[in-house]
């Protein structure tokens, strides 16, 4: 997804059922998506710098913690391989159908 991420958001669009119109993608919509999605545009969110999420159940966490470094394969420093292999099965799961691989 990060190697080509307009096509990954056009096909995430069309999977949920509101695809981009032909006009929308001339215009650039797509690309607009992409970079108010990014990373470092949502991290960079008064949201998610400064509030805290009081989970239902569980302990106060900041908004903050949700984001690491941003990097591919970051997972590896914070996941055991059962943990990995669980949340592969899950995703794999809620995509299917999607077109998008991985």
């Not at 949920?16 to 990014?38: A, D, I, K, M, Y």
């Not at 996941?79 to 949340?87: P, R």
């Amino acid at each position: 997804m990060m190697a080509e991420p307009v096509k990954h958001v056009k096909m995430l669009a069309k999977f949920l059922g509101v695809p981009f119109t032909e006009e929308e993608v001339r215009c650039g919509v797509v690309e607009g998506v992409v970079q108010l999605c990014s990373f470092n545009k949502l991290r960079s969110l008064p949201v998610n710098s400064s509030r805290v999420t009081d989970r239902i159940g569980g302990v106060p966490m900041e908004n903050a913690s949700y984001f690491r470094t941003g990097k591919v394969g970051d997972w590896a420093n914070h996941l055991t391989e059962e943990m990995s292999k669980k949340l592969d099965a899950i995703v794999e799961e809620k995509l299917r159908g999607s077109g998008i691989t991985f």
